[in-house]
């Protein structure tokens, strides 16, 4: 047997997946990365701004006359007010990874005086600064040469690197760029030193009264995710163990509230099939509605399998005990014509035979009867089957008017949701045990009338009716007082499998002189066509 998982395993997956998506979209995302590296980029522009205006300060009580108009005007557009915020907003899934520069081996070039004076006197604050921040620090000239610089590239000219080239611009701007780590760098995460594969790149301009002065460059690598979830280890151990208890929890209680039931179900299934009566019973908790409806619907097939066992038991035992008679006179005519046949006298031979004969018919109609039944039980309606009543009707009345039983109609235009040949097939049965109890020369008057949606129709006749002790027992199957005039007891039975198919019935009328059947019959909402009887 094909191994298969069980439902609540299913579910107990499907919620562990369901809690771990969050996780896995931040991860997926590289959001918390993200996070990261603009927590980096904040703080370079931060450190950066502060050292620009020193510079800007200290650049404006230097400068000789004259020297401030040599400076390029700023290609940024001129601020609202006076709060100039510069926003970080690097973010790993939107901006590119630049590759890396060293700036040691940019083109040499001499800064200009003035900044390099004033460079130098910043340096010392900017070296001390980064024992603390451990950020890389460049002062840059207004045509971006290193003036003063924590690295070793002083007098390096860096305005081809495009952050660069856009704060000279005017523009703060910040860049990623990649770094290669060293191989054995396998670094704590307590370590102050970070081990990521990208290193932040920050510039911001110093601009007095649109004019540029130079720019400040900052560089540091951002923490890696270890070092940032170091610190919260504890709480991020507490936060899969609450997860982990939470989806059992949900597991737990979805099968409870669906494994469980569609459990008992099965199990209720199965002792259907081994034949045990009376095994299907409502569940006791039936927490969702689709589980209400599964058991309802087993309850429901378990109870139409035990009907139409009991049918089928009762059908082949009655059907047993109605072929038992004409083969039981069979077979003894048989024994008596095989044993005595030839000193038998020929009027005792003929009435042996015509006995034969006799079971034979009988056996005959009851198999055509039964094989009518069958089909009447096993009969599919039509959905849209719809007759006019009358017209349905009037092909039967007239041939029966025409073997003699005087019948008299009365009713109102009508149209029965059923199938015309079946209505009057119902009709004809009905006639035909008129003319049988009765005789040829009855009188039969029918008549309809609609109310409520349904068809009343009944059909009585003038003859002696049906004693109280037989009228519980005209619908049973093989029930009939007229055996001797060929009479099977399958007649009503047939007519009320036809009507029922439909949504119909069929009973006994009032008991009063003669014999009333009632016949009820779904009303159509749209009239019959023409060719439809």
Request: hydrophobic share 45%; aromatic share 4%.
């Amino acid at each position: 047997m094909k191994w298969r998982p069980r439902l609540r395993t299913l579910l107990l997956v499907a919620n562990l997946v369901l809690l771990t998506l969050p996780l896995a979209g931040v991860f997926l995302l590289r959001l918390y990365e993200s996070a990261l590296i603009r927590q980096t980029e904040s703080e370079l522009l931060g450190q950066g701004a502060l050292i620009a205006a020193q510079y800007r300060v200290d650049w404006l009580r230097s400068a000789p006359d004259g020297v401030f108009a040599t400076m390029p005007l700023s290609k940024a557009p001129p601020p609202d007010g006076p709060w100039q915020p510069i926003q970080a907003n690097l973010d790993l899934a939107d901006d590119p990874i630049l590759p890396e520069v060293i700036t040691s081996e940019m083109p040499k070039a001499v800064p200009h005086e003035v900044a390099r004076s004033v460079a130098g006197n910043i340096k010392p604050v900017l070296l001390q600064a980064q024992r603390q921040t451990l950020a890389g620090f460049r002062i840059l000239d207004h045509r971006g040469v290193v003036a003063a610089s924590t690295g070793e590239d002083e007098g390096r000219a860096l305005d081809a690197m495009v952050e660069v080239a856009r704060a000279l611009e005017g523009r703060a701007t910040s860049v990623m760029r990649r770094r290669e780590p060293v191989q054995a760098e396998f670094l704590s995460p307590l370590s102050i030193s970070r081990g990521a594969n990208v290193r932040v790149f920050a510039v911001v301009p110093v601009v007095e009264n649109g004019r540029v002065l130079g720019a400040v460059l900052l560089l540091r690598t951002p923490r890696t995710l270890d070092q940032a979830l170091h610190g919260k280890r504890y709480e991020l151990i507490a936060l899969l163990v609450l997860m982990l208890a939470a989806g059992i929890g949900m597991a737990a209680f979805m099968a409870f509230t669906i494994s469980r039931p569609v459990t008992r179900v099965v199990d209720q299934a199965r002792r259907v099939a081994a034949g045990e009566r009376g095994a299907v019973t409502p569940l006791p908790h039936r927490f969702t509605r689709e589980v209400a409806e599964l058991s309802a619907s087993l309850q429901t097939m378990a109870d139409t399998l035990e009907r139409r066992a009991d049918y089928i038991r009762d059908f082949t035992v009655e059907v047993g005990h109605e072929f038992k008679t004409p083969l039981a006179s069979m077979k003894g005519a048989l024994e008596l014509l095989r044993e005595d046949s030839e000193a038998m006298a020929p009027a005792d031979r003929r009435r042996f035979l015509d006995n034969m004969a006799e079971a034979v018919d009988r056996l005959d109609r009851l198999t055509r009867r039964l094989l009518d039944l069958a089909h009447a039980d096993a009969l599919a309606p039509q959905v849209d089957a719809r007759c006019d009543v009358g017209a349905a009707l009037a092909p039967t009345i007239e041939r029966h008017r025409e073997l003699g039983v005087a019948i008299q109609v009365e009713g109102e235009q009508a149209t029965a949701a059923i199938d015309g040949e079946a209505l009057s097939s119902v009709v004809s049965l009905l006639l035909d045990n008129v003319r049988q109890h009765v005789g040829p020369k009855a009188t039969v008057r029918i008549g309809w009338t609609t109310a409520d949606s349904r068809i009343r129709m009944t059909i009585a006749d003038d003859g002696p009716g049906i004693s109280s002790g037989n009228r519980d027992r005209v619908f049973d199957r093989f029930f009939t007082t007229a055996r001797e005039t060929g009479g099977t007891g399958l007649g009503l039975p047939i007519a009320r499998a036809n009507l029922v198919a439909y949504g119909g019935d069929i009973a006994l009328g009032a008991d009063a002189a003669g014999t009333e059947f009632v016949i009820l019959l779904p009303v159509s909402a749209q009239p019959a066509t023409a060719d439809k009887r």
